[in-house]
């Protein structure tokens, strides 16, 4: 069965102390990896998407990794205004999301 | 653009009651999702539209939930009768055509069953 599942479940940090969200996925033939960013009381907002082994993006303080069993968000100098939760998902082979359960990030000023 | 638009964003309602959650998603966009969103279960998918034609709706919990997408601008996501084990956050999301991974989601309309 395809499995997202994402580390740690919370997270907080001090202003400008940098660290790394962790989603792992067990997919066969997976289409596609994506970030989302959720702020309290909204929807989930697209970040990033991966689709092969080696692959970077970047936007601001953060930046997305991929390898062939799990991809990491890096936030570099976090800001209190990063602090949402970071969903990840990917594609199935139904062109369908499946969501991880998320990392909830709180930066401290 | 004004986003995705769904109303109310908040129903309080009594078991047994027919509840009715609208979206209007992104001018242009051509395919529609319904997700339900609850502390213990996460973001599911329940069902998605593209070109209006229900794709896929094995993600509905059961008969009592239903969806229809009458025109590209309009979608209605029925529960009858709702119990409080409906109660979650369901968002639509709407997304451009073939880029599927690009979901732009609505605020939300926080269900409350008591």
């Known amino acids: 069965e395809d499995q997202v599942t994402q580390s740690p479940e919370a997270l907080r940090l001090q202003e400008g102390e940098s660290s790394s969200l962790n989603c792992s996925y067990t997919?066969?033939?997976?289409?596609?990896l994506f970030w989302y960013r959720q702020d309290p009381g909204k929807g989930p907002e697209f970040l990033f998407t991966?689709?092969?082994a080696g692959e970077e993006k970047e936007k601001e303080r953060l930046k997305a990794t991929l390898t062939k069993k799990e991809s990491f968000l890096h936030i570099t100098a976090p800001k209190p205004e990063d602090s949402a939760t970071y969903l990840c998902?990917?594609?199935?082979?139904?062109?369908?999301?499946?969501f991880g359960s998320g990392t909830q990030l709180t930066v401290l000023p | 653009d004004a986003g995705v638009i769904q109303s109310p964003r908040h129903e309080v309602t009594e078991m047994g009651q027919e509840v009715t959650l609208r979206c209007k998603p992104i001018?242009?966009?051509?395919?529609l999702f319904w997700y339900r969103q609850t502390m213990m279960r996460g973001l599911e998918l329940l069902i998605y539209?593209?070109?209006?034609?229900?794709?896929?709706d094995s993600g509905m919990p059961e008969d009592r939930f239903s969806a229809k997408m009458p025109n590209a601008s309009f979608s209605t996501l029925k529960i009858q009768p709702s119990e409080p084990r409906d109660s979650a956050v369901y968002f639509c999301?709407?997304?451009?055509?073939?880029?599927?991974?690009?979901?732009?989601f609505g605020p939300g309309t926080r269900l409350t069953v008591t």
């Open positions: 999301a709407s997304t451009p055509r073939d880029r599927t991974y690009e979901q732009y």
């Open positions: 997919v066969s033939g997976l289409r596609g």
């Open positions: 991966l689709y092969s």
């Open positions: 998902a990917h594609e199935g082979s139904a062109r369908q999301l499946t």
């Open positions: 001018s242009g966009h051509n395919s």
């Open positions: 539209f593209n070109n209006n034609v229900p794709i896929d």
